[in-house]
């Protein structure tokens, strides 16, 4: 099963105060804006600042915190029929 998105491409998930499931949201989600195409340039974070209001914003993170959201995003494997047999 995959979310559909809304006609705009919002998330299905993303309500008035936010994203509505938010404190079990997958890797792909609690790992953004620290994408690698997204951080691997100034030109890339701020491109994509345009469509995020969060960014360049709120509390600055350490290089070790980007890096660690990064690999975790760089690293995530989706789930299969053959590894959701496993949980």
């Keep these: 099963m ?8 919002d998330c299905v998930l993303w309500g008035e105060g936010g994203c509505l499931a938010y404190g079990a949201r997958p890797v ?12 691997q340039d100034e030109q890339s974070w701020n491109e ?9 914003k709120g509390r600055l993170r350490s ?3 980007i890096d660690e959201q990064k690999f975790m995003y760089e ?9 959701e047999s496993d949980i």
């Design 2 to 9: 995959a979310l559909q998105e809304k006609k705009n491409y």
């Design 28 to 39: 792909q989600c609690s790992t953004y804006p620290f994408w690698s195409w997204i951080v």
């Design 48 to 56: 994509e600042g345009k469509s995020c209001k969060g960014i360049n």
């Design 63 to 65: 290089q070790e915190e």
């Design 75 to 83: 690293h995530n494997l989706p789930i299969t029929r053959d590894l």
